[in-house]
Structures are given as C-alpha cells and as structure tokens.
C-alpha cells in the first residue's frame, strides 16, 4: 500500500481562479455568474443600510455639532467592523449638503483618515500637509513643493508654518466640521503624557480654527480622552454598539440581516431568518456587528461563485466565518471598551458624597514625616571607632588605629 497522497485536479486547473473553477457550467451561465458577482460586490460597496443603531449613532453626531460652539470634539466609538468608518463618510455627505454656502471658494467640510506613522510617533507635518492639500492652498514661498515630487505638499516647511497655513487657510475656506477617522493613531507610540499632549494640539487645533472636530475609533480612544479636565469639558462620546443577544437586539439584527441578503440576489442562503436559532448563528458568529457580518455573507457568495452556483449552503457560511480565535480577540477588546463607559448609581452616588463631604475636593493625604538620618544606599550607617584610650589591657590591638578590631580590610 502506498503511503503518498494522490491529489486528483486536473492539471490545466490548478493556476485558474476560483471563478473559473465551477460546477459544469456553460460559458453563457458562467459568464452572467461572473457578472452578477461584479454586480454584488458594487452594490454592497455602495451601500448603506441605516439600521437603527446606525441613525441613533448619525443622530447624535449631528445634534453634538448643533449644540456645541466651535472648538468643541465629538467622538464616536465602538467595536472594530461595527461601521464607524462607513458612518464618517456619510455624515460628510450630509453635512456638505447641509453647510453648503453656494461659493465655490468655501469647503465647510473635510474628512480625512488619519495615517499612522510607521517611524515613530504621530507625524504632525504630514498631517497638515494632508489637510493643506485638501483645501487647495495657493502655494507660498514657506509652503514650496518637494523639488523631486511636485505632489508632495509642505515638505520642506517646518511644522509651525504648516501650523500657521492650516488654521489661515480653515477660515479663509470657511471650514466648520472636520472629520477625522481611525483617530486613535493620533496617539500611537504615545505614554500618557505624550498622549495628553497631542490631545491638546487637537484641542488648539479647533479653538484656534473655530471648528468642530468629529473623531472616530475604537473604544481605546476613550482611555485618551480622559487624560485631562480641559478635554473631558470639550469632548462629546457617541456610542456606536454592537447588537447584543437580547430579544430587542436580535430583532433588529435580524431586519438588518434580511435587508443585507436581499442586496445579494441571485443568491440565495440556505437558512430560515423566521428561526431565532438562525439568526442567533448570524449574530454570534458576527459579533453582531455590521461591519463584520456584510464581509462575511460576501465571502460566502464569492465562495459559491466559485463553485458554479447561486446558492450559499450552511457549509459555506461555516467555512468563510471569522475563526473562533480572531473572534474571541475582537470580544475581549470589544467588552473592555464596554466596560469603559458604564455608569452606575453606585457611581452617582460616589460623586455626590464627594460634592456634600468635600466641596470636590479630593481626599487630600499627608505625606509621611522623613525619618532623621536618611543616607545615599551604599553608605555604612555612623560609628563610633575605638581609639587607643579604648583598649585595655589583654585586649588585642586592632591592626590599625581608628578601624574596629577584626576589621583587617
């Protein structure tokens, strides 16, 4: 018996795309498959689906920009695939329409995805070159090109003329919202104190703009904004959650699953949506997080379409599910952040004891009294050494006077 594994593939299909790999398909019928493919992964880039976690987080976004003066900070947070980033791009097409002026000189809004450095901390001249480039400066004699890259903006300005050209350049175009997504790169390579500071630099940034800044990401970046009193007063959160596996959640979850397989047709999915078992499954293996689920089913019609058909079975859906290890890392983070913004009576009570025991003012302690004495480490604590009056008779003489008996060293 031989002990080798005979893999049966044809040879003229082992360097052919999954695409081409199907079930016997005519050209005609893989051809509209290929088609109808193209059509759906459009289609689900395009769109939107405004659940209702999705307009509550939109809501209250917007109503912080309303309610606030300018310099103040909205940031919205939540788990990673939950949408904060589709979300960003939409709330800069309302408010483009929204804050329109009609003059073609004025860009009331701009969205800009914050780039991590990959050399260190925070890049700030990059980051200005960026927004400078968006509202279409007129080049200075201190804002040149690069003389090797004419796209390359500001780069051989120093960071205080950059500075200086963002925050002109902001109200000569009339800017009042800026969104910045992914902004907890902001502060990465950062300790708390450098982490402070450069939340401090976003604070100038809209006070001395006059704009209202809108961040977004992950629930680390709650931990940031509570570095300080100055920001916790200027700082708005909205709260992007995930639908968790309560009978509210798991009903809205589940319109929104119907809506998204409904944007797939031709496919169809081999589950029942009217079983809460069914849905449970959806809900859990996506963390109940849109961001997570949408990728998911279009793994799964890509994997069909592979295979030469327009039905997704319950196997497919198996194997192109996240694995149980990188959802479980998502949990863990996702629970932390959720922990974070928790508040309980026990809390408000707390506060208020401090307010009518104390005026706010914190538990002041006293330092402990220094003891007498303290000496460097190293440093042999005082003696007396025996002179020659000392000795007495019979007594053995030290090898040298002023150093203690034994003491040869």
Known sequence: MSNNLSLEVPADTIFQSPSDIGLQLSPE?????????????????????????????ATQALGSIAHKDAGCMSVIVGPTGVGKSTLMRELEKHLKAKLATGSTS??????????????GPFNWKDFYARILSKLNLPLTADLKKHPTDPSIVGRLATLHVLRRAFEESTKARNTKVILLDEAQHVALGRMAKGMLEQLEVLKSMANMCGVHLILSGPYTLLSSMRLSGQLARRITTVHFPRYKMSAEGLGAFRDVLCGIIAEMQPWTFDVDLESITEVEYFCKRALGCIGILRPWLLRAVRKSAGAGTWHVTKECLDQTALGSINLRIILDEIEEGENLLVETPKDWSALEKRLED??????????AEKKKGNRFPGEAAPRRYPTESDISIGDSLPTEVGKPAGDAN
Do not use: C, M
């Open 358 to 367: 104390n005026t706010g003012q914190p538990e002041v302690k006293v330092p």
């Open 106 to 119: 004025d860009i009331p809004v701009i969205f800009e995805e914050i780039v991590p450095n990959a050399y």
């Open 29 to 57: 019928q893989r051809t509209k498959l290929d088609d109808d493919l193209k059509i759906i992964e459009e289609r689900q880039h395009l769109s939107v689906f405004g659940h209702p976690y999705w307009r509550d987080a």
